[in-house]
C-alpha cells in the first residue's frame, strides 16, 4: 500500500481535555507526531509568560498542534461526499493542520522582536529543510512537502484548503480559544464548536457557516474578544514579556560591546549576530531560555541580573494607563528623571501597547486583508457576517488600543529620600497622594 | 498590626481552572508565594514524565502547593468556631498546605532513587534553612518555621493539624486526584469534594466524616485507585521513567570512570557525589535537566546520547508483562542474549514493578502505619470506614502489583539476522509468531 | 429565640445542578420552602412551552426560585460588614429572593395575555392574603410580609434591596440563565458569576460592579441575548405558545357561547369570567391544564379538539418570516383566502412577534424606566457601563423585533387541489416554486 | 426509494444535555419521534419521586428514550463494517432503543405494585396495538413491529442485538446513569462513554468490551452502584413511593367498598378493576394522577386526604433503620400501638426495602440470569468481568438490602399527651431520649 495511503492497524487515540480525544488513523500523521522537531513543541509553552498571570496555563505548542489536526479531522470528516469538496486533500490539510505552528521558538513574539526573526519563516524551512518532518512528507510523495509550505503559507492555490487552517474562524483559533481558556480556568473562550462544524459548508474557495448557525459564530467572536483582553493582553503577563524583551536586548547589547559572560552563552550567539540558521534554532526551547536566564542571576552586569531575577521569580514591573501619544511630555519628564535617579529608562520605563481588531472585512488598501466570514443564506446566497448579524455588525472594525507605562515600583521606593528626583516621579506615575491605581 | 495577622487590603485571588478561585487574604501567605523557592515549583512539572503520555499533563507543582493551600483554607473556613478546633492553628496549617511539596526537585521519584535523596529532607531544609521562606515565617514568630517543618513532617504534637496535610483523605490527595485528572483529561478523578468538606469534622487527633458522606469518601476512594492504575502507574510513563533513570545512571557512572563529558556538567556534580547541598539541590530544575540531556545528545559515549536522544524525542522503550519473581529463568537468558547480542541489558533491559493499597487501615508492625478514615456516626460514636462501606471493605489491604519487562524493540529489530541472539530474544519477548502483545 | 433568628440543628442542602447546593440556616427559609403554596411551583415548568424545542427543559420554578434565593444569600455573605450594607435587610432579602415568583401560574405569558391577569398581581395575593407564606412572614414579626411585598413589587424604600431582586443584573436573571443554559445544554448563558459576586458593592441605593470586573459583566449581557434569540424567543417555542392561546381563546368563546362542554370546565370557569380568586388561581396548575386539554381533544369542537391534539402531540405549526407592518396587503389576502378555504383564520393564522432589549440605560419619558448598571472606578466614581465597554455600547439600546407568520402547513397541503384558495395561498406563503424556507 | 431507506433532507439534531446532539437522519426514527405514544412520554418523570429529594430531576422518560437511541446509533457507527455486525439489524437496533420504555405509566414502580400491571407487557401491546407507533413500524416492512417487540422482549434470536439494549452494560443504563446524574447535579454517575463506546466489540451473540477498556467499565459499574444507593434508593425519595402506594391501595379500597367520590374517577376505574386496556392505560399520565390527587385532597375519606395533601405538598413521613426479619416483635408491638393511638398502620406504618446487586455474572438457578461482561483479551480470548477486575471481583454477587419503617412523624407528635400508646411508640421507634436518628 502507498505510505500515504497507510493506515494504523488500530486507531491511536490521545487523550485530550479539550476535544477529549485526538484520533489518528494515517501513518504519515503518526509518523509526523513522532518527529524530533514535532516532539520539540512540547519545550515550548502556548502562552509564553501568561503562565505568571493565570498559573494553569503552562500547556505546550504540541498540545495545540494536535487540537488543530484534530478539528480539521473533524471538519473534513464532515466535509466527505459535499459537493465542492475534493477529498485529495484530505491528507494534505491535516499535516498543514498538525505542522501549522512547527516554526515557533520559546517566547515567540519577544524574540521575534528583539532579533528581528519570524516564526513563520522557520515553519517553512522545517518543512522543506533537512529534518525528519521534510523526509516524512517526501515519502508521500515529490513535492509534497512544499503543498504543505505552501499550505501553511496561505500560498497554495487551493483557497479553501487554505482557509481550514488560516481564516477569521479557522481551527487554529478554535482550538486556541478553547485550550487557552481550558489551561487558565477562565469561564471565556467557550462557544459551540461541535454546532459551528456541523454548519461549515465547503464552497469554491471558502468555508462558508449556514445561518442558522449564525449565533454559535458570534459566540465565537464574543469569546475572541473576552480571551484577547482577558487573557492574551493581561497587563501582568505583558510585564513578563517586557522584562523578558529588556533581558534579551541587555544581553544582545553586552555581546555586542564585548562584555565577557561567566558562560559563553552558545545558544544564543547566532541570534545576538541575528544569523540564525535551522539547527541553531531549533536547539532553542525554553528550557535553554531558562537554563541562560538563571546563570544570568549571577552575572556582574548589573541590569542583566536584576532582569532576570526578577523574570525568573516574578518580581514584575508594576504598571499604569498611559498614552505615549496623549502624554509625551510627562514621558519626557519621566525619562530624565530616570536618568537622574540612575535607573536605566531604557531598561525600566517601558511602554507597552497591545489592540485587538475583533472581526472584520475587507476594506481595499488595509496593510493585511482579512477575508470576512460569509454566511450562507437559505436561498445559497452569501451575506458576510456583520450585515446579518447585529453584534458583529456593532464591534466590527473597531480597533481597541490598550497602553500601559511598566516600571519597578520597588526600586523607585527604594530610592532614598534625599533623591530629588524620587518625589517627582511618584507625583508622575501616581498621582496627587495616590497609589491606589498602580497596580 | 503583628505580621501574622496582617491582611492584604484586598483578598487576592488566583484563577484556578480546579477549584475556580485561590483566595488569599493573609500577608504571610502572599509573601511565600512570591518568595523565590516557592516559584521555583513552576519549573518543576507535578507529574514527571506523565505529559508523555497524557499530553495535557504539563502542569507545574506550583498549581498543584496552590491546590492545597486553598482546600484547606476551605477546611478550615468550615472547622471555625467548631468544638476541638482551635483557630489558632489556622496560619500553620495554611503554611504547612502551602509549603508541603517545596523540597521536590525535577523528577523526584527517578532522581531520589538514582541519587539516593529525599525531598522530604530537602522541604525540612528549605524551611529551616537560610532561604526567603525561612525568613518569612520567622517574621510570624520566632519558631514558627519549626512548627511549619514538624507538621509536614508530621511530628508536630497536635495530630489533627498534621492530618489535615496527611492522611488518607488529606487535602494533598483531594487536590492533586482532582488536578491530574483535569489536566491529563480523564473522567477519573472526581468526586464531591464540597460534599466532604461539609462533612469533615475535627475531633481531638484527626479529622473524622460525618457518616452521611460516606458514599462521598467511597468515590474518592475509588478515584484514586482509577487515577493509580490509568494514570500514575501507565505503563508508557514507567517507559520513559525507565530512561530516564538509567540516563541519571549512565552520567554519574561516566563521571566516577573519568569520563570526559563535553561541557562539564557543573549542575550535577554534586548530584554524583551524592553530596548535595541546599544551594546546589534549588539550582536542578527540570530545565537545567533538559538543558543537560540536550547537551548529552551530542555526546561520544553511545549509551548516554542514545538514552538522551529517547527521553526527548519520545522513543521510548516497548514492553511485555514480566514477572521477575516467576520468570527468572528467562530473565537471565534475556540478559545474556541481549550482551551476546552487543546490547547492554543494564541499561536496556529493565524491570519495573508498580504497586498500590487503596485503602488500608492500621496494621500493627507495618513498615508503614496507615491511619484508617474514621466515619462518625449518628450517635457520636466512631467507626472504621470499611467496616462500614461495602466497597471500601472490598479492596481494603489488598496491594495490586503491576510488572513490566521494558526494551527497545527498535534496536532489536535492527540487529542483523545473522545475530543469533536475535531470534531467541524476540521469541522470548514476543511468544511464537506473536508480537500483537507487545505495546 | 425569636423565629426570626431561628436557625436549624444542622445547615441543610439542596443538591443542585447550577449552584452544586443550595444552602438553608434560617428556620423561616425552610418552612416557606414547605409551604404548599411554594411546593406549587414545582408544577410549573420554568419555561412554559420550551420543552417542546429543547427537551431538556423541564425544569420547573420551584428549581429556579430556590436558585434565585442562593444567589442572594452569597451575595449578602459577601456583603456582611460592608460599609452601606445593613444586615438587619438580610432575611427580608433572601424571603423577597425565594417569593419572587411565587405568583406564577402554569404557560403564565400566554394565560396572562388571554385572560388578562398579571402574575405579579398574584404574587402579592399569596404573600399578603390567606396563605401558609403569609402566615409564616408573619411570625416573623407584623408588617414583614408587607415589606417582602413591597420589595418585590420594587416600592420598598431601600432601593439597594429591591435591586437585588430587580435590577439589569439582579440574582433573578442570574439564576434564570445559567439554569435555563444548563437545562437545554445550549452552550451559551455561562458567565463567572462567582467573579461578578466578587466585584458586587452595595452603595446607597444600589449594587455596583467594580470595574475590574466590568468583562464578566459584559459576558453576562452577552449571555442573555444570545439567551433571549437562541432560547426564548426560539420559533418552534413561540408556536407551542400560539397554538396554547387560541385554545386558551376557543375555550373562553365556547364558554362564552354557551358551547356544552362533555365535562364543565370548572378549573376555569372563573378564568373564563375573567373573575379569577387566589383559591382558584392557587389550584391551576400544568398537570390541571394538561388535564382538560387532553379531555378536549375529544369535544366535538372541531377547532377546540385540533388544536388541544396538536398542543399534546407537538403538531406544531410552521412559520415564515412575515412583517406585518410592512405586509399589510399580503396580510389581508391571506386572511381572506383562509376564510374561503374554509380554516378559520382568528386560530390558524397567526402573527407572532418578539423584541428584546439587550441593555439599556435610562431614557426619560420611555414605558418602563430601566435602572442603568454602574461600575465602579479605581477611584470610586461611578460609571454607567455602557461608557465603559466597547460591546455592550454596541448594542445598548438596540432593540430587535423578530416578526413570525404561523399556520398549519399541514392543513393546507390536506386542502383539495380543486380548492380554488389552496395555490394562491401557497404561493403567498412560500413563494415560487419554493418551501424550503418554511420551517 | 423504500420507506426503510428514506433519509431527511438535512440531518436533524436535538440539543440534548448530556450526549450534547442528538442525531436523526432516518425518515422512520423522525416519525417514531413524532407519533402520539412517543409524545406521551413527555408527560412521565424519569424518576418518579425523585424530584421530591433532588430537585432538578424533573427530566421525563422522552428525554432518556432519545439518549438510548441517540448512545446505540453511535455504537452502530463503530461497529459498521466489523465482523460480525450485520448492518441490515441497524434500523432495528435504533427502533427498539427509541422505544423500549414506551410501556411506562407514570411513577409505574408504584402503579404496577398495587395494581399489578407490567410495563413491559405494555410496551409489548403498544408497539403490536392499534397504534400511530404500530403502524409506522409496518411501513418498513410487515412484522418489522414484531421484530422490534421481540427485541425488546429479549426474545429475539440475534442476541447481539438484543444486548444493545438489555445487558449489564448496555444503552438503556449507560444513558440513565449519566442523565439522571446530569439533571439531579450529584457528581456520581460520570464514566468515559467515549471510550467504551470504542473498545465495545460485536462477537457472535453479545457485546464484548476490549480488555484495554476495563477500567472504564469499572468506573461504569461503580457509577452504577453509588447512583443505586444515593439516588434510587434515597430514603426520602422512597417515603414519597409510600405515600404514592398508599393513595393507590386507599383509593382502590374506597372503589371496591362503593365510596362515592365527588367525582367519579373515570381514568382510574379500570385500573381498580385490574383489567387495564391499552387505551385507558395511554390515557393515564402523571398529569391525570396530579389531577386526581389533588380532587382527594377535597374527599371526605380522611385517609385519602391526608395521604394526597402530603404526596402534593412533600409533607412526607419520617423513616428510621428497620430490619423486619429480626425485629418482628417490635413491629407487631407498633402495629397494635398505632391501631389503640388510631393511626392506622396499614396506611401509616410502612416497611420499605430495596435491594441491589452491582454486578454479577451468571449463576445457573437463579430467577433470573443476569448475562456477564466479557473482556476479549489482546488475544481474542474472552474473559468474565470480576476475573480480571479487582474491583469487580470484589463487589461481585454482593447484593446488600436496606430497609427502613416508614411513618408519619408529625401525627405521632399530635398525639394527646394522654394517649397511653404515645409514649411506647415514641420510645419503640427513636428509642431511649433519643430522636436524632430519625430522618
Known amino acids: 500500500m502507498a505510505y500515504k495511503d497507510e493506515q494504523l492497524n488500530e486507531e491511536k487515540v490521545f487523550k485530550d481535555p479539550v ?42 505548542r504540541f498540545n495545540h498542534s494536535l487540537g488543530v489536526y484534530e ?34 521558538g ?16 522557520f515553519t517553512q524551512q522545517i518543512i522543506m529543510g533537512d529534518t525528519h518532518i521534510h523526509t516524512i512528507l517526501e515519502r508521500v510523495s515529490p513535492g509534497f512537502s512544499k503543498k ?16 481550514l487552517i488560516s481564516s477569521q474562524i479557522d481551527a487554529d483559533r478554535m482550538d486556541y480559544l478553547q485550550r487557552d481558556a481550558y489551561f487558565t480556568g477562565v469561564s471565556y473562550g467557550h462557544f459551540d464548536m461541535e454546532r459551528i462544524l456541523r454548519v461549515m459548508r465547503p464552497i469554491d474557495d471558502q468555508v462558508v457557516i449556514k445561518s442558522s448557525g449564525m449565533h454559535a459564530v458570534e459566540d465565537y467572536i464574543m469569546s475572541r474578544y473576552q480571551m484577547y483582553w482577558q487573557v492574551y493582553f493581561h497587563p501582568v503577563t505583558r510585564s513578563a514579556e517586557v ?32 544569523k540564525v540558521d535551522l539547527a541553531d534554532y531549533l536547539k532553542l526551547d525554553e528550557s535553554i531560555v531558562s537554563y541562560y536566564f ?12 536584576d532582569l532576570c531575577e ?17 502624554q509625551m511630555n510627562e514621558w519626557m519628564e519621566l525619562y530624565r528623571l530616570f536618568q537622574e535617579a540612575g535607573i536605566d529608562p531604557e531598561y525600566y ?91
Chains 1, 2, 3, 4 share one sequence.
Open 148 to 163: 504543505v509550505a505552501d499550505v501553511i503559507d496561505k500560498t497554495y492555490e487551493d483557497k479553501l484548503v487554505v482557509s
Open 294 to 305: 538563571q546563570l544570568w542571576q549571577e552575572e556582574d552586569d548589573e541590569i542583566l541580573h
Open 243 to 274: 522584562i523578558l524583551s529588556k533581558i534579551l536586548h541587555r544581553a544582545k547589547y553586552l555581546f555586542e560591546t564585548d562584555y565577557t559572560f561567566k558562560l559563553k552563552p552558545m545558544h544564543f550567539i547566532s541570534f545576538f549576530k541575528e
Open 310 to 326: 526578577r523574570f525568573m521569580n516574578r518580581r514584575l514591573f508594576k504598571y499604569i494607563e498611559f498614552n505615549p501619544n496623549q
Open 71 to 104: 478539528i480539521v479531522r473533524r471538519i473534513l470528516y464532515n466535509f466527505e461526499n459535499r459537493p465542492h469538496w475534493n477529498d485529495d486533500e484530505r491528507l494534505l490539510c491535516l499535516c498543514a493542520a498538525l505542522l501549522h505552528d512547527l516554526g515557533h
Open 19 to 60: 476535544h477529549r480525544y485526538v484520533h489518528v488513523k494515517d501513518r504519515v500523521i503518526w509518523d509526523l507526531i513522532a518527529a524530533p522537531e514535532f516532539q520539540r513543541l512540547r519545550r515550548i509553552k502556548q502562552l509564553g509568560t501568561t503562565n505568571l498571570t493565570f498559573h494553569g496555563a503552562e500547556h505546550s
Open 349 to 439: 520605563l517601558v511602554v507597552d501597547s497591545s489592540s485587538d481588531l475583533p472581526y472584520d472585512f475587507y476594506r481595499p488598501g488595509e496593510e493585511e486583508e482579512r477575508l470576512p466570514i460569509h454566511l450562507m443564506m437559505p436561498n445559497d446566497e452569501l451575506k458576510e457576517l456583520s450585515r446579518h448579524s447585529d453584534i458583529v455588525e456593532a464591534i466590527s472594525g473597531k480597533k481597541r488600543t490598550d497602553h500601559k507605562l511598566y516600571f519597578p515600583k520597588d526600586l523607585l521606593e527604594e530610592l532614598s529620600e534625599d533623591c530629588p528626583a524620587k518625589r517627582r516621579i511618584l507625583e508622575l506615575l501616581y498621582g496627587e497622594g495616590a497609589g491606589n491605581n498602580v497596580n
Open 106 to 121: 520559546p517566547f515567540s513574539h519577544s524574540f521575534e522582536k528583539v532579533f528581528k526573526l519570524d516564526h513563520e519563516h
